[in-house]
């Protein structure tokens, strides 16, 4: 069978899965989330054997030892897919809820009640615990899931999927709403794409390149997130010490991920006080300053920055600083290069806070806040399955409730239209 | 200039417009609106003018009396356009208005607010009303937009743009923030689809070919209406009168839109009392019934219907009609041949009408109306930009709501991430 008939039969049956786990309740979801939990513990040795063939093939292939490690799966692996399984059985059911109600003139009861979105293909990188936490969140939303991870975790996604499937069919539930693709061939990628007649959603997590590719080949609508160019900008009177803790705990915490702050933003007014006390605290950390011609004024041993500087995403033990004269200029720099991701200002001024929220035009806006909090745990929404940079669906962090859609329902008593 | 540059140039300024728009106070966008409504009626003459430059080089082109009829601006066009602008005007602005708001127990507040969407893309056939319509409704969320009309409306698109930003001007605000795409070139229509850096949202309005190229091309996110092949399904104890009243509503008193009735469904138990009642309705009318044999053995007059009948949207006097033994086969029927756009269930009974909202998976879901009721106005949400049959970011009818997004904000106050 040719790779694209194969990927077409997955997404045509997926579809027709994808009926069932909608109709299904929220005890039947979460009793099946709460079994698999119980049944990756139980089947620990067999996953870690198939992740082993995984492991010999990457090692054949030369991988370097940091994707080795993100591949390998580990009794605690293993325990933090069964506790995000236990955690989304415990959030709240987005399907059947009503959003609101109005009544119309004719008498007609109008409402929005929430539906889930039908079939989502998630292409993705290497790590295998993706599998099961996107799997459990596209379940609980009441969706069926293709799933297509990186080729180095076949064996390792395909034993995943069939202890899934063994809890599905005891719970008389289809398996098919939850499949892994079963090829390492890249075909199945552009495959999966075409099938706009079954697949409602597209979500690839990984780098650059992967979204561009998708964006570029799909028919289907894709969230989409792409780098996050995050800022914190220190207001003319901020407090010192917040915002260098702010600062500080964007940036370090922990650097390598899409939340963490890569350019600081200083008034003049403020920075002769704050640069050199927020300087002490990097350096420490062995953090790299890059700066402005007037960040360098006051801090003589900060490398300079160049154009290059603005837009990098670091992920990485760097920062740029730049000095600005007021906030104008700070949300300007921030709608020129940054990625309408995170953005924080530290101030006491009441005006300015407002304005800030209003006018920077990013997924999550903080005032006084670390922009480490631009999370779905940490919002409060939940286990989330990554965080949208573009505008239409969703924008910022996605939980559950973002993996469902609206439908109008319609109560009359026999009203036509005249 | 080559298209390619003009079209980009284009977008680049309403993504810069976009800014200044979204900044609007609703005050200042309500007066632009209502200025625009005077204008058009007092600059009636110079509108006819350049529409009859259209209307007589489509005659030369010789097109057909309707599609010149749907090109031609009346006294009355005008005056349905200014009434247009002034209902949006008067509209609830949703920008800046808070979704809801939750605290975490860090102390951090995290709220949902709604913003525009940046810039949109319309793309569309001959009417220019459309125009000023989608115009309004796009400024009115804080949104900049693109217009790409029928190549046969242009002069008229150009003169009611030039109004547009004779207002805007006056108001000091940027005229880019409305622009008509100046060309009859077609590939302005393709380099459009790849301004992915500065256009946020397509939406295309027409017919099913205009929306297939639009979806094939577009690297950006496009909200598509594809065709609406609406079901009423007449439960086996409906009220006899009341289910022929929504079932005649619905096919005739529009044949020729999207949320008019193709296929009629009816439970066998009813068939032998409601089909005699129903065709004589529908003969009177004119409206050519098309049954399955069951039908036909009721109503010998019916044609047969085939194999074509069940999907098509016929958007004429003409219905569909067969005959089920229970709801699930109507359930099947609507999710195997309809186009998730309207269904409607006429009954008596709790129990069959809730199922039938929940499980029927379709934009708009109704108990007992018609499903003419599938309309931005008649379902109370003012003015509408299209009906979404696809699910991601709005499914059903698009207000003005549907044409913005929200953002997360977070109140702190010193709050790091452990």
Same mark, same amino acid.
């Given at each position: 069978? /040719?790779? !694209?008939?194969?990927?077409?039969?997955?997404?045509? +049956? +997926?579809?027709?899965?994808?009926?069932?786990?909608?109709? &299904?309740?929220?005890?039947?979801?979460?009793?099946?989330?709460?079994?698999? +939990?119980?049944?990756?513990?139980?089947?620990?040795?067999?996953?870690?054997?198939?992740?082993?063939?995984?492991?010999?093939?990457?090692? !054949?292939?030369?991988?370097?030892?940091?994707?080795?490690? %993100?591949?390998?799966?580990?009794?605690?692996?293993? $325990?933090?897919?069964?506790?995000?399984? %236990?955690?989304?059985?415990?959030?709240?059911?987005?399907?059947?809820?009503?959003?609101?109600?109005?009544? %119309?003139?004719?008498?007609?009861?109008?409402?929005?009640?929430?539906?889930?979105?039908?079939?989502?293909? #998630?292409?993705?990188?290497?790590?295998?615990?993706?599998?099961?936490? +996107?799997?459990?969140? &596209?379940?609980?939303?009441?969706?069926?899931?293709?799933?297509?991870?990186?080729?180095?975790?076949?064996?390792?996604?395909?034993?995943?999927?069939? #202890?899934?499937?063994?809890?599905?069919?005891?719970?008389?539930?289809?398996?098919?709403?939850?499949?892994?693709?079963?090829?390492?061939?890249?075909?199945?990628?552009?495959?999966?794409?075409?099938?706009?007649?079954?697949?409602?959603?597209? #979500?690839?997590?990984?780098?650059?390149?992967?979204? %561009?590719?998708?964006?570029?080949?799909?028919?289907?609508?894709?969230?989409?997130?792409?780098?996050?160019? &995050?800022?914190?900008?220190?207001?003319?009177?901020?407090?010192?010490?917040?915002?260098?803790?702010?600062?500080?705990?964007?940036?370090?915490?922990?650097?390598?991920? &899409?939340?963490?702050?890569?350019?600081?933003?200083?008034?003049?007014?403020?920075?002769?006080?704050?640069?050199?006390?927020?300087?002490?605290?990097?350096?420490?950390?062995?953090?790299?300053?890059?700066?402005?011609?007037?960040?360098?004024?006051?801090?003589?041993?900060? $490398?300079?920055?160049?154009?290059?500087?603005?837009?990098?995403?670091?992920?990485?033990?760097?920062?740029?600083?730049?000095?600005? /004269?007021?906030?104008?200029?700070? #949300?300007?720099?921030?709608?020129?290069?940054?990625?309408?991701?995170?953005?924080?200002?530290?101030?006491?001024?009441?005006?300015?806070?407002?304005?800030?929220?209003?006018?920077?035009? /990013?997924?999550?806006?903080?005032?006084?806040?670390?922009?480490?909090?631009?999370?779905?745990?940490?919002?409060?929404?939940?286990?989330?399955?990554?965080?949208?940079?573009?505008?239409?669906?969703?924008?910022?962090?996605?939980?559950?409730? !973002?993996?469902?859609?609206?439908?109008?329902?319609?109560?009359?008593?026999?009203?036509?239209?005249?």
């Amino acid at each position: 069978m /040719s790779i !694209e008939t194969t990927i077409r039969e997955m997404a045509a +049956a +997926a579809k027709k899965a994808s009926v069932a786990v909608a109709r &299904c309740s929220t005890q039947e979801k979460d009793r099946a989330l709460m079994a698999i +939990a119980d049944r990756l513990e139980k089947e620990s040795a067999r996953i870690q054997a198939e992740n082993s063939e995984d492991l010999k093939r990457a090692r !054949e292939m030369g991988l370097t030892a940091a994707m080795i490690d %993100r591949l390998t799966v580990k009794d605690s692996t293993i $325990a933090s897919m069964a506790g995000g399984l %236990r955690e989304v059985a415990a959030l709240e059911d987005p399907v059947g809820a009503i959003q609101k109600t109005w009544r %119309r003139p004719n008498g007609l009861t109008v409402s929005k009640m929430r539906i889930p979105l039908g079939v989502i293909g #998630i292409i993705y990188e290497s790590r295998p615990n993706v599998t099961i936490d +996107a799997a459990a969140l &596209c379940f609980k939303a009441g969706n069926a899931v293709i799933l297509r991870g990186g080729s180095e975790a076949l064996a390792s996604n395909q034993v995943l999927a069939r #202890i899934v499937h063994d809890v599905l069919n005891e719970a008389g539930l289809p398996k098919e709403a939850v499949q892994v693709v079963p090829t390492r061939d890249r075909e199945a990628v552009t495959a999966l794409l075409a099938q706009e007649e079954y697949i409602d959603l597209i #979500i690839p997590r990984g780098g650059e390149s992967l979204i %561009r590719f998708v964006v570029e080949h799909s028919r289907i609508p894709v969230l989409k997130h792409y780098k996050g160019v &995050c800022h914190v900008y220190v207001d003319a009177d901020a407090d010192i010490e917040m915002a260098a803790d702010i600062a500080f705990n964007s940036k370090v915490q922990r650097p390598g991920v &899409c939340n963490a702050l890569e350019t600081l933003l200083v008034h003049e007014k403020i920075a002769e006080d704050f640069l050199p006390v927020m300087a002490e605290r990097f350096g420490k950390a062995g953090v790299e300053l890059r700066g402005c011609p007037a960040t360098r004024k006051i801090l003589p041993a900060a $490398a300079g920055a160049t154009d290059a500087d603005w837009p990098a995403e670091y992920l990485d033990m760097i920062l740029a600083v730049k000095v600005v /004269s007021d906030m104008d200029e700070a #949300i300007e720099h921030i709608g020129k290069y940054g990625s309408a991701h995170t953005e924080a200002i530290v101030t006491k001024d009441y005006t300015r806070a407002h304005r800030f929220l209003r006018e920077v035009d /990013s997924s999550v806006v903080l005032v006084n806040a670390s922009t480490r909090f631009n999370d779905g745990g940490q919002l409060g929404l939940g286990a989330e399955i990554g965080i949208s940079t573009s505008k239409l669906h969703a924008f910022g962090p996605m939980g559950v409730e !973002e993996l469902t859609t609206t439908k109008f329902i319609v109560l009359g008593e026999g009203q036509v239209r005249t």
